[in-house]
């Protein structure tokens, strides 16, 4: 029996906060954040659990909502398919980003790079249909990622999240989400392409 269609749209949020409270509440976070030297020393599975744990209860909440409200713009726009490649794409853009751009970073946790892949791709989908919300979208993450790489934060964030705010985790997120639609993008036009192919 398959899923009803809301419980379907809404199951990797559902899940994926469910994943975080889990590993926060173990007290998992050291085990599993993104760590250089661990990575290097061939603990792989860092690359994906880093976006996972959290610097403290707060800095979980903050990214859990961001989570939420993205998924809430967003959740009728991409298949759940779909929403699962870009959170892996945007996940692994970020912690791979870290650890070939940025060698001098010890370790990092938190999805909020991850969030700005999403919000990226959610704009870029929602684009041809809603032109000025998606450039609206589009001109704000373009700005947040301009001032966080020559001012440093936006004020306020490293104290709601109770450390400091890697901003070089949500340019690569941003970056990851973008091309990670864009290779949905690609996909779906082969795709169709092939299709034609075989009716002709």
């Not at 760590?35 to 880093?50: D, K, N, P, S």
């Not at 032109?131 to 947040?144: I, N, S, Y």
């Not at 020559?150 to 997120?173: E, I, K, Q």
Request: glycine residues 12%; hydrophobic residues 55%; contains cysteine.
């Amino acid at each position: 029996m398959s899923l009803p269609s809301w419980l379907s749209r809404w199951s990797l949020p559902l899940a994926l906060t469910a994943l975080c409270l889990l590993l926060q509440a173990a007290g998992l976070v050291e085990p599993l954040r993104y760590e250089r030297a661990a990575l290097q020393a061939g603990q792989w599975w860092r690359l994906l659990t880093g976006n996972l744990v959290h610097l403290g209860w707060s800095h979980l909440f903050m990214d859990l909502a961001g989570l939420w409200l993205i998924w809430w713009f967003f959740v009728a726009d991409l298949h759940p398919a779909e929403w699962a490649w870009l959170l892996l794409a945007s996940g692994l853009a970020v912690t791979g980003g870290l650890y070939a751009f940025d060698p001098h970073l010890v370790w990092y946790v938190g999805l909020s790079g991850l969030l700005h892949g999403l919000l990226v791709a959610g704009a870029l989908r929602v684009l041809p249909r809603e032109l000025p919300f998606g450039l609206l979208l589009l001109g704000g993450v373009a700005f947040k990622l301009y001032w966080e790489q020559t001012h440093g934060a936006l004020p306020g964030t490293a104290a709601l999240a109770g450390g400091p705010v890697v901003v070089d985790a949500h340019l690569y997120g941003a970056l990851g989400g973008a091309l990670g639609y864009a290779l949905l993008q690609a996909g779906l036009l082969l795709r169709r392409a092939v299709i034609d192919g075989d009716r002709q």
